[in-house]
Each structure stands twice: as structure tokens, then as C-alpha cells.
């Protein structure tokens, strides 16, 4: 059985580090971080790579010699993708919509394994692939939702306006509303 | 052992547990033991090569899992390293939060 998991680059070692020190409080790595994440585009190279690898690794278990199966999964993930992508996805987007990608197919495996044959440790794979597939889910929505970039004024429709809010807190904007195009 | 050899004759038994204590059952003797043993060691033979199979399958499933696991610490750190770059900080390993940034104080009078 050959190794699919590519060798992981220098500079990943440095990033996690600077990343560890930025969350544990110590703003002055932050431009060190930034430079980082500029000169280094292998760290997404290599994540893709891993990801690919992954994807044929759970392919040979799902599909085995079935080419249509194989094909039909492929599709699929590529539907997936499509539909999370949007039309125009950042980098760390593509990253975490193929870890999405990997983990659905891994839980639909297990689930698939466990619905079989009702084994604890096919059980346990089963809870670990689905927890995975959920971070993995949460970790894109909260992209989305924090670095999302603001609508243009082409997207915003001068025609529509929102009901006034009632209460305090967030949302007593009274504005126009973005329109997705 | 299942063979008991008493006076020069081979007599067959078989064992198992029932509530954590070891039960032994007598089979028989001649041909009736002898199909008895065959038929047993034909199930420990099939036992043993669904054990061997399904060994073989999980080496697959963990290098597949190994995999899949690779591909989330590096991911993770790529998703931290850019929410932090865009002024983002992770409360308590809780949601992620826009740092505030405070304006300078008023210069005493």
C-alpha cells in the first residue's frame, strides 16, 4: 500500500508556531504571520495535495473497481463543490470546501459500514467521520460569515426596504438591503 | 483438549462458555466424532479467515482515516493564520470576534 500523505513543508512548522503565539495573545508576530501567509502559497499547494490524496484513498474504499460508482462519487463531489463554492471562492475557502468535501465522503462511508454490519468500532468511525464533517462545515460558515467581502452598490437595490426593527440590540438599522445577484 | 483418549479409544468433546463458566459436552466416538472435529475445524478455519479479511480491510480504513486526519491540523492552522491577519481572535476557544480597537485617550487638561 503506497503513502498518499505528501511531506509536510518547513514553513508549516513555523506557521503553527506564529499562529500558537498570535492566539495565546502576542499581537507582534501578526506582520510576521501576514508575510508568512504571502511568500508561502505551497502551505495551500500541500493542503490540496492532501486533500486529493484522501479523496483516492476513500475512493478505492468506496468504489473498489466499480468505475460507475467511482464516477458517480466524483460527480457528486463536484456538485457539492459547485454548490458551496459560489462564483468566486478565496483560497482558504477551496480548502475548507475540500475538507467538507473529504469528511462527507468519509461519513458516507462509515454509514454505510455501520448500517451493514452494527460493529462497535465501525461505530465509533461512524461518530469520529460525522464530528469531523460538522467542524468542517462549521469552520466554512464562520469564513463566510466573518470575512465575507461587503456588497457593491450594483448589488444593492435602491427599490427595497426593510420593515422597521423593533427592540434594542442588533438589527435597528433602518438601510437598504443587499441583493444577491 | 477436544480428543480424550480412554483404554486405547479417542473420544470427542466440545467446550464453551455459558455465563463466564466452561461447560464440556461429550459428542461421541468413531465416525460421529471424527465428522464432529471436521465440522469444527471447518468453522475455526472460517472464523479465522473472516478475522484475516476483515484485518486486511481495517489496515485500509486507517490509512484512509490517517489520511483524512492529515489534511485537518494544517488545514485548521491556514483557517486560524487568515482569521487572525483580518483582525479576528477566538474567544475561549468559542466564536471568533473582530478585535475592538479602542480610541486614544483624551490628553489631560
Known sequence: MSTLT??????????????????????????ELKACLAKHPEL??????????????????????DLLVRESVLLRMDEIRKTLAGPTPTPLETLLIDRIVVSWLQTAFCDLQHVSSSQEHHRRRLDSAHRRYLQAIKALATV??????????????????????RGRGRGREH????VEN | MPWLVRTGYRYYYRSRKV????????????????????????????????????????VYHDAADASVHALSAPSDTLFRAVLLTSDYRQHSRGPWRKRRVHPDPPAAT
Not at chain 1, 9 to 24: K, S
Not at chain 1, 148 to 162: E, H, M, N, W
Not at chain 2, 35 to 52: G, I, L, M, S
Request: hydrophobic share 40%; net charge positive; aromatic share 4%.
Open chain 1, 6 to 31: 505528501p511531506q509536510p513543508p518547513p514553513d508549516l512548522v513555523a506557521l503553527q508556531q506564529l499562529v500558537a503565539r498570535a492566539q495565546a495573545g502576542d499581537d507582534s508576530v501578526l506582520p
Open chain 1, 44 to 65: 495551500w499547494h500541500y493542503c490540496g495535495d492532501i486533500a486529493q490524496g484522501a479523496i483516492e484513498a476513500l475512493l478505492n474504499l468506496v468504489a473498489g473497481k
Open chain 1, 144 to 165: 463566510k460569515k466573518l470575512l465575507a467581502k461587503p456588497p457593491t452598490l450594483l448589488q444593492i437595490s435602491p427599490f427595497q426596504r426593510p420593515e422597521p426593527m
Open chain 1, 175 to 178: 438601510g437598504l438591503v443587499a
Open chain 2, 19 to 58: 455465563l463466564g463458566r466452561g461447560i464440556t459436552t461429550y459428542v461421541g466416538a468413531g465416525d460421529v466424532a471424527d465428522q464432529a472435529a471436521a465440522e469444527d475445524a471447518r468453522r475455526r478455519a472460517e472464523r479465522q479467515a473472516r478475522r484475516t479479511a476483515r484485518r486486511a480491510e481495517e
